[in-house]
């Protein structure tokens, strides 16, 4: 759907949620890997960039850090507790969560009551570190089940705590005081690189750094 007829359906979806006396916000449950943070029944509390609570509830941690290995495919598996129309992104923090993006460039229209809705974010086709994939699960309708799974190939690094993302981003939606129109979900992970593969020289931290097990030339 091009812009202006996504733009039209939201004003048209806008005068339509005039009538109604709330809105509902989507949720989304990181389900794989498993979440750094606690998660009820809806995968709150998610609001809060970039890794998911409130600013009243940061959330109680797992602990949990997923073992994985660098070069290789990542299973990911979200399921959306609360339906809206919108897409996925997921990228990886190294050395630090500073290093993650900010959320997705939103185009907005007036909503009801003259308060701004979105009605779509930025979506980069070619994504570059630390974005590892950008516009997945793109839907528009009710889909079965409400989950949604790809592979995401993993850089060929070390690290011993990095930070995957995997945030959604909502059309149609009003603006969230902690996420605007961004929920946040991480989950830690322990990347250990393939001595097969050269290092992914480029993320943060391996410029030096040589695969566990690779024989000096």
Not at 35 to 55: A, V
Not at 69 to 93: D, N
Not at 140 to 168: A, G, W, Y
Request: hydrophobic residues 40%; neutral net charge; contains cysteine.
């Amino acid at each position: 759907m091009n812009l202006k007829l996504r733009i039209a359906a939201a004003l048209g979806a806008f005068a339509a949620a005039s009538a109604i006396p709330a809105v509902v916000s989507a949720h989304f449950i990181l389900m794989q890997p498993p979440s750094w943070i606690q998660e009820n029944k809806l995968g709150d509390p998610q609001k809060l960039g970039p890794c998911g609570g409130t600013s009243a509830d940061a959330g109680m941690p797992t602990g949990i850090v997923t073992p994985v290995t660098g070069g290789e495919m990542l299973h990911i598996k979200v399921q959306e507790t609360i339906y809206h129309p919108g897409h996925f992104r997921v990228a990886l923090a190294v050395l630090d969560r500073s290093e993650l993006p900010m959320d997705p460039e939103d185009v907005t229209a007036d909503g009801p009551n003259g308060k701004p809705w979105s009605v779509s974010g930025k979506v980069d086709p070619n994504p570059k570190p630390p974005v590892l994939v950008d516009g997945v699960f793109d839907h528009h309708e009710r889909m079965p089940n409400q989950v949604f799974e790809t592979d995401v190939k993993l850089p060929n690094i070390n690290c011993d705590h990095c930070s995957l993302q995997v945030i959604q981003f909502m059309e149609k939606h009003p603006i969230n005081p902690d996420g605007r129109f961004t929920y946040h979900h991480c989950a830690d992970l322990k990347i250990t690189a393939n001595p097969k593969l050269p290092i992914d020289a480029m993320w943060p931290g391996q410029a030096k750094a040589k695969a566990k097990g690779k024989k000096k030339s």
